[in-house]
């Protein structure tokens, strides 16, 4: 089956600082992949979906400037949490999705543990 | 407007069978996921269903009615492991994932 991998899987960092967090197709060609946050006991929220070679798209609330994310590529896509504050400590998921309307799955990273001190 | 909802937390007995429903409403939609989630990680990917009817795999089976909005997975001959949360998510126009808040399956022996 196809894989998805992320790296770092737990990272901890200060106050102010920013944090790179890659989400890498391992077997496939990812046209879309999609970023998530969770929140302890708290449902996946998706926070953007990028297209390759395209600006990512942001859901409501989400602020572009401080989650940049770059997916240059078809296996690759990373998300810069900058100026990282405590609140931004969370559970980040990505997940790829191949490419053509026929084939929806949705295949997941492994997720990367954001602790801001 | 766009909505999915499953139960918060159910409790079964290991060996037994429990089904975890989920209703959703969408205008446009693209297919029903089920994952499961084990505390601290990532999910993974149990059933897809895009049209009406039963999908079986293995002790997992997951079934869809378009009509209803309505879905359910199946979990038989439970076992300890199976102790996770169950998300719902439906595949809208735009094949993003809508996501349920998930169920918290606990498994007692």
């Known amino acids: 089956g196809a894989v998805v991998s992320q790296h770092p899987s737990r990272v901890i960092c200060k106050s102010g600082t920013s944090v790179k967090i890659e989400c890498r197709s391992l077997d496939f060609q990812a046209t879309t992949m999609f970023w998530y946050r969770q929140f302890p006991k708290q449902s996946l929220m998706l926070m953007a979906t990028?297209?390759?070679?395209?600006?990512?798209?942001?859901e409501q609330g989400v602020e572009k400037d401080k989650f940049l994310i770059n997916h240059a590529s078809l296996t690759l896509s990373t998300l810069t949490v900058t100026s990282a504050h405590p609140e931004d400590s969370s559970f980040y998921i990505c997940s790829a999705r191949a490419g053509g309307l026929d084939y929806n799955e949705q295949f997941f990273g492994p997720g990367t543990r954001l602790t801001v001190l | 407007g766009q909505n999915i909802d499953q139960p918060t937390e159910m409790t079964a007995t290991e060996g037994a069978i429990v089904q975890i429903n989920c209703t959703y409403q969408t205008s446009g939609f693209n297919g029903l996921f089920w994952y499961q989630q084990h505390a601290g990680e990532a999910p993974t990917f149990l059933s897809y269903?895009?049209l009406d009817g039963l999908e079986e795999k293995g002790r997992f089976s997951s079934f869809l009615s378009r009509s209803k909005g309505y879905s359910y997975l199946l979990l038989k001959e439970l076992q300890m492991k199976d102790s996770a949360s169950y998300l719902c998510?439906?595949?809208?126009?735009?094949?993003?994932?809508?996501w349920g808040a998930g169920t918290k399956l606990i498994i007692k022996p």
């Open positions: 269903n895009v």
């Open positions: 990028s297209n390759e070679g395209s600006k990512a798209t942001y």
């Open positions: 998510g439906f595949m809208d126009s735009n094949y993003q994932l809508i």
